[in-house]
DNA sequence: CCATGGATTAAACAAATGATTAAATCATTT
DNA sequence: AAATGATTTAATCATTTGTTTAATCCATGG
C-alpha cells in the first residue's frame, strides 16, 4: 500500500489521540511525535490545533452515522433487517473502534453545535419511515423509544466496557463474545419490549 | 445552613467543574474563581490538582455505587424491588447530576486502577446472590447480562442525551419525563425480555 | 543547470498553567 | 494583649503549550 502523506499521519495520530484523551489532554507535540512529523506541520496542514480536532471530529461522526442513516430511513428495509444489520454493523464497528462511542458522545455534550448539521439527515428522512414500519408490525412502541431502545441495547456494553470489565461481570477477553452474543439477541429483545 | 468551610467550597466548585468538562481542561485558576478563594488555597488544602480530582472521583462515584451495591446484594429484597428501587433511585440521582454517567464512564477508561478496591464490594457480594434469585425467578438470563440490561435501559438516555435531544427525538424540556415513562417501564422490559 | 515554490525543519515566542513562597491576617489560647 | 498556629493573600517561579518565524531542503519546469 501507498504510505501515508504527511497530511493523512497527522490525521491519522490526531485521531487516535483525541479519542483516547479528549481534546485539552491531547497535546500538539504528542500528536507530531505520534505521527512522526515536525510539530510546525501541524499548523502548516490545519491551521491550528482545534481545526484539526474539528476534522477528526467529523470524520469519526461520519463513520457512525454513515452506519445508520441509509439503512434506517430505507423503505425498502424491513424493520427486522434493519435492527438486525444495524446491531451487526455497529457491533462490528465498535469493537475496531472501542473508545468511539464516550468519545462522540462526551463531544455531543461539550460542542453542540458542531453536531447539528451533520445528523440533521437522520432527523428529516429517519423518523417518518420508522413510524410507519413500527405501525405495521404492531408494535406501539414511539419512535424515540424504539431507536433509544436499539442503541442503548447494542452501545451500552461499550460506553459501560470499563465497568464491565473491570467489576468483573466479564473478563477483557471475552469482550468481543459477550457483544457478539447480545448482538445476536437484539432483534429478539426488541420484540419481545414492544410485543 | 451552615457556610460552606474553603474545603467544601473547593470541592463543590472543582466537583462542578470535573464532571462537566474533564481533568485536562479544567485550570487551577477556574476552579478557585469558581469557588472564590485564592488559587494558594487549593494547594494549601489538597496537595496539588491531581489529589483534589481523586477526592472528586472519589465522592462521585460513591455516590453512584451506594445506591446499588446495598440493594442488589441484599437477600431480603426480591429481584423486582431491586430493579424498581435502582430504576427509581438511579432515574433521580442522574436526573439532578446528568454529567455524572459520562464523567465515571470516561474516568473508568483513562484510571482504572482507582476504581478497583472501590467497587470491590460489588463483585464479592453482589454477584451470588443475583444468580440465585435469577433461578427462583425462572430468568435463564447470565448475571452478566441481567446487569448489563438493566444499566443499560437505565443510563444509557443519560449517556446518549445530547444525541437523543439534538437529534430532535425528544425535546430538552421533556427530556425528564422521558426517562421518568421509561423508568417505570424497566421491570417489566427486563421480564419480557427474560422470560 | 538553476530558479521557483511548496514542504520541512529547528528555534523562538508569548501566553497559560501548576505550584511555591513569604508576608499578612485571623482566630484562639495563654 | 501577647503569643501561637491556622488561614489567606499577592507575587513569583518554572514549565508546558500552541503558534510563529526564518532558514533550509528538494522536486519540478524553464
Redesign the interface.
Known amino acids: 500500500m501507498e504510505p501515508l502523506t504527511t497530511e493523512q499521519k497527522i490525521i491519522k495520530a490526531a485521531s487516535k489521540l483525541f479519542t483516547q484523551?479528549?481534546?485539552?489532554?491531547t497535546k500538539t507535540r504528542e500528536i507530531a511525535e505520534e505521527a512522526d512529523i515536525n510539530l510546525a506541520l501541524l499548523n502548516y496542514y490545519f491551521g491550528s490545533k482545534e481545526r484539526l480536532y474539528k476534522e477528526v471530529v467529523k470524520n469519526n461522526l461520519g463513520m457512525l452515522l454513515e452506519v445508520m442513516i441509509p439503512i434506517l430511513s430505507d423503505e425498502k428495509v424491513s424493520l427486522k433487517e434493519k435492527v438486525v444489520t444495524i446491531a451487526e454493523n455497529y457491533t462490528q464497528l465498535l469493537l475496531e473502534h472501542e473508545?468511539l462511542p464516550?468519545f462522540?458522545?462526551?463531544e455531543?455534550?461539550?460542542n453542540?453545535d458542531l453536531?447539528?448539521d451533520i445528523?440533521r439527515d437522520?432527523?428529516l428522512f429517519a423518523?417518518p419511515v420508522i413510524e410507519k414500519q413500527l405501525k405495521e408490525n404492531g408494535m406501539e412502541v414511539s419512535?424515540?423509544?424504539f431507536?433509544?431502545?436499539l442503541?442503548?441495547?447494542i452501545?451500552?456494553?461499550f460506553?459501560?466496557?470499563?465497568?464491565?470489565v473491570?467489576?468483573?461481570?466479564?473478563e477483557e477477553g471475552e469482550f468481543a463474545n459477550?457483544v457478539n452474543r447480545?448482538k445476536e439477541k437484539i432483534w429478539e429483545?426488541m420484540t419481545?419490549?414492544n410485543?
Open positions: 484523551k479528549g481534546y485539552a489532554a473508545e464516550i462522540i458522545l462526551n455531543w455534550t461539550v453542540e453536531f447539528v445528523t437522520a432527523r423518523k419512535v424515540d423509544d431507536i433509544a431502545n442503541l442503548s441495547l452501545m451500552f456494553s460506553v459501560a466496557k470499563p465497568l464491565i473491570s467489576s468483573g461481570l466479564v459477550f447480545r429483545w419481545k419490549i410485543q
